[in-house]
Every structure is written in structure tokens, then in C-alpha cells.
Nanobody, 127 residues
């Protein structure tokens, strides 16, 4: 399985912003719907945001709605997550994944991840 590569994480104060990026060297991301997940220590991995195959639909977990924006650039084979108004509870390792093309049209729930998990990128928000 192809393993995407995430970047852009870091340490930021509460209220700050970060932009995460994701790409894959041997996988055309434009063949899939795409998603961001995160996992905090001791917690299960959770879906954060997804973008449909066409890019026309985006969905978010309630806790980031209105603060995070997911986007894709198929020409550059890239996926992004713009994170604004960051909170300490956003602290986690963030991962990207390709999901089935039919998913993320109406909901972020029930995503089927088709790629191996990469190393992720750490986001730490200080209070």
C-alpha cells in the first residue's frame, strides 16, 4: 500500500494557524476522495476532515467546523488542511489518507482508508 507523506506541523500558540500538506509519490491522489485524521496520545484515531473525489464536497468533525478548511490541488498531487484558531485540544498527530471515491459526498462518517498510514505530522498547540 502506498504511504502518503504529511508535513507542515509544528508548535503554535492557541489562536494561531498552521497549514498541513500531504502528497504521495506513487499514487495519484486525484483518483480518490481524501481525508485528514488525527490521533492524540491515549485516544483513538478520528476523522477530522474529508474532501470528495470531485472536490465539490467537504465535511468536518464538529469540533473543527468553521476553523479548519480542507482543499486539494490535483495538478500538484497535494492535499491541504488549513487550521485556524487552533486550540490546545487540537494537539495530535495528523495523518492524511486516500479513501474510496464514492465517500465523503454527504458525510465524514464511515470512511474506508485505502492507503497505509504514514508517519504523520505533529501539531502541538500551547495554551
Amino acid at each position: 500500500q502506498e504511504q502518503p507523506v504529511e508535513s507542515g506541523g509544528g508548535l503554535v500558540q492557541a489562536g494561531g494557524s498552521l497549514r498541513l500538506s500531504c502528497t504521495a509519490s506513487r499514487l495519484r491522489l486525484d483518483d480518490f476522495a481524501l481525508a485528514w485524521f488525527r490521533q492524540a496520545p491515549g485516544d483513538e484515531r478520528e476523522e477530522v476532515a474529508c474532501i470528495s473525489f470531485t472536490g465539490q464536497s467537504t465535511h468536518y468533525v464538529d469540533s473543527v467546523q468553521g476553523r479548519f478548511t480542507v482543499s486539494r490541488d490535483n495538478g500538484k498531487n497535494m492535499l491541504y488542511l488549513q487550521m485556524n484558531s487552533l486550540k490546545p485540544e487540537d494537539t495530535a498527530m495528523y495523518y492524511c489518507a486516500a479513501v474510496a471515491r464514492s465517500e465523503c459526498k454527504t458525510t465524514i462518517q464511515g470512511l474506508h482508508v485505502l492507503t497505509a498510514w504514514g508517519q504523520g505530522t505533529q501539531v502541538t498547540v500551547s495554551s
